[in-house]
C-alpha cells in the first residue's frame, strides 16, 4: 500500500481497523443499541405493556442482560417514573403524555427485584426476574 508515494506496510493499516472497529462496538453496548427494549405504560395507577391487561406484569430477563425501559406516561394528572432501586435505574419523572428512557444491565445474580414508580410506591410496583 502507498500514500503519497511511501509504502506503508498493512499491518498498522489492519491494527487500526480492528481498534475502530472494537471502539463501534463498546460505543454500541454504551448507548443501547444492543439492549432490549421494553415499552411501559403508565396509566390507572399502574405499568402496563402495551396489549397485555395484566397490570405491573413480570419483566423476566438473563442475567447480565441489557433492557432498556421505555416509559410513556398516559395517566392525566399525574406525575410517575419507572424505577429499579436495586441497580439505581430510573427513567425522569413524566408529567401526562411524556416519554422517557433508562438503560440499565440486569443484576448479574437470578432472582427477583422490584419495579417501582417512585411517587406511588404502595400501587406501582412490579417485578423483574432474573432467570437464567
Known sequence: ????????????????????????????????ENAREITL???????????????????????????????????????HDFAVPSVDAATNLLKWNEQDEVTFEVPSEPGTYEYVCQPHLLMMKGTLKVVR
Open 1 to 32: 500500500m502507498s500514500n503519497w508515494g511511501r509504502r506503508i506496510s498493512t499491518e498498522p493499516v489492519a491494527i487500526v481497523a480492528v481498534v475502530f472497529m472494537v471502539a463501534m462496538g463498546v460505543a454500541r453496548a454504551l448507548m443501547g
Open 41 to 79: 405504560v403508565a396509566k390507572d395507577m399502574a405499568f402496563y405493556v402495551e396489549g397485555n391487561p395484566t397490570a405491573n406484569p413480570v419483566i423476566e430477563a438473563r442475567p447480565g442482560e441489557t433492557l432498556r425501559i421505555v416509559l410513556e406516561n398516559r395517566d392525566r394528572g399525574m406525575t
